[in-house]
């Protein structure tokens, strides 16, 4: 599977973020940097007023792109400072 830079992303497993925050299986993202080779990619998770929740480093294998058939959903996170 190909991932580019900017491309929204789903979790298909549980990730920490850099900040070690619990990002779940549906949790959507977009790629701001790829690694070399493709072997891993660095990915923003925003909340829907838009202020950054977390940055985390995805593997391929925990990702999948977002399909017109995706549903988003809301759920809520622990405030951060």
């Known amino acids: 599977m190909h991932f580019k830079e900017h491309q929204q992303i789903v979790l298909t497993a549980p990730v920490k973020g850099d900040d070690q925050e619990e990002l779940k299986p549906g949790d959507v993202g977009a790629i701001i940097h790829i690694h070399p080779n493709e072997e891993a990619f660095e990915v923003e ?20 792109p977002v399909t017109g058939s995706d549903l988003t959903h809301a759920r809520t996170v622990p405030a951060t400072a």
């Open 45 to 64: 998770f925003l909340s829907l007023d838009v202020e950054t929740i977390a940055i985390a480093t995805v593997l391929p294998s925990q990702a999948r």
